[in-house]
């Protein structure tokens, strides 16, 4: 229970500084002497593309980052000056789809949270689903993200707490595996996700210290 409390404690916490335009810890963004271009406050989630280029959210200065993985060089490519569209707020985990657009969860939009879609050339930002956008159960937290080997989105919500679906035209939610859904040793705090080579998917759970594995047709839950 102490680290479930923790860990709302810091997503509060993060809201609380993001939200309220306090930036983090305050400050100038400092990233030593190695590349060049604005540096990081608080980087808390990292993706690759295709390309090999890293991306980076960080937290403190509410904005989604392009790094050279060579010369460490750093480039802002979504935040409040940099893209069109809807503003982050507090921005948590992020994933790739095929096409290579970002899908990104937000804990601050819509009314427990939501998803962006941000076009890696412009950092146009889109609001994909949230309780304003798209039909199904809302979201409670949603924190982790993975798309699936045929597109659809997969997000790991905290406080539902469950394994939600995503359509990615729609925006559309399902209940993937979660409380009546799937058989299985239920979730106490699912925090991470990601895919499998075989399709099923893996789900860390920060409050039972564990790995499951859900298949994604049934939603049956087996510890790894």
Not at 69 to 97: F, H, K, M, N
Not at 194 to 209: K, P
Request: hydrophobic share 40%.
């Amino acid at each position: 229970m102490r680290k479930l409390v923790l860990m709302f404690s810091l997503i509060v916490t993060t809201a609380f500084f993001n939200i309220g335009g306090c930036n983090g810890g305050g400050g100038t963004p400092d990233n030593g002497d190695i590349g060049d271009g604005p540096g990081f406050r608080d980087p808390s989630a990292v993706a690759v593309e295709d390309d090999g280029n890293i991306l980076v959210i960080d937290a403190g200065t509410i904005a989604l980052y392009r790094v050279d993985p060579l010369s460490g060089d750093r480039q802002i490519i979504s935040d409040a000056v940099t893209g069109a569209g809807p503003q982050l707020v507090v921005p948590l985990e992020l994933a790739l789809e095929g096409s290579g657009n970002i899908v990104m969860t937000d804990a601050g939009i819509g009314d427990a949270g939501g998803i962006f879609r941000i076009l890696p050339g412009s950092g146009n930002r889109t609001v994909l689903s949230s309780s304003d956008v798209g039909s199904g159960p809302d979201f409670a937290l949603p924190i982790g993200i993975a798309v699936a080997q045929d597109g659809l989105i997969l997000v790991a919500d905290f406080s539902l707490p469950g394994v939600m679906s995503v359509n990615p035209l729609t925006g559309e939610r399902a209940v993937v595996s979660g409380d009546g859904i799937g058989s299985g040793l239920g979730f106490e705090a699912p925090i991470g996700i990601d895919v499998a080579g075989d399709g099923s998917i893996l789900v860390t759970d920060f409050g039972l210290e564990l790995v499951f594995s859900v298949d994604p047709s049934t939603g049956d839950r087996t510890i790894v």
